[in-house]
């Protein structure tokens, strides 16, 4: 709440900013993550395809989702995609994504999905990070630099960057798939007496990785004595 005065006397009016984890703040993220888990299930469901090894380990939780168990999933407070957003070169010059390699994780689909889920992505962190830094860098795993770069981008440059970099978009903590088998099949999780909720491991993670990335970018240096 924030104190107002109009002609007829002083009052007090809501801030009109929502607050960062708000349902209503969040919405567009849980939106995206939707998008992104129909996108892993009709591939795991394709059997015309090979499965790529990310994939390959998680097919059977993957195919078997449910609509109702997408949307319970979606909901997770942080983005199930990862765009990139740890590697600030990507984010700079135009030739700064030159040089990065796919990888056993990265997200093997059609180019056209590819770039549409990735300018999904950068135009959400992009919106996000204009109006709340910190909230960006928790919701998509951003170092603090590679925040304030995405802020700072001009709109028109936005679909080139994506485009540019849809080809190594990946899940996130692809390199960890025992979240996503927790997250794919909650009833394997461990107890809730021993641990927090699922959605709240999936911040804790994600805020290990920001704060990762933050020391790469931006090394400590204790003070002289």
Known sequence: MKRS?????PGFEE????????????????????????????????????????EAAL????????????ARIARCPVCLVDAGFQDER???????GDGVCASAT???????????????????????????????????????QCARLVANLSVHRIPALAERNAPHVRPAWADDPQ?????????????PSRLPPLHVRAMQRQLAEVALATSASHPFHPPCR
């Open 106 to 144: 990265t997200l093997e689909v059609p180019l056209a999905r590819s770039v549409e889920l990735t300018q999904m992505t950068v135009m959400l962190a992009w919106s996000i990070a204009r109006t709340r830094t910190e909230a960006a860098c928790i919701i998509f795993g951003m170092s603090p």
């Open 90 to 96: 990507r984010w700079t010059s135009p030739a700064s």
């Open 15 to 54: 801030d009109p900013a929502p607050r960062a984890f708000s349902e209503a703040a969040l919405t567009p993220v849980y939106e995206l993550n939707a998008f992104f888990l129909d996108l892993l299930t009709t591939l795991a469901r394709d059997s015309s395809r090979q499965a790529w090894a990310w």
């Open 179 to 191: 979240i996503w088998r927790h997250l794919l099949n909650p009833s394997a999780a461990v107890p």
């Open 59 to 70: 097919q059977p939780e993957l195919s078997r989702l449910t609509s109702a168990a997408r």
């Open 5 to 9: 005065f109009h002609p007829t006397g």
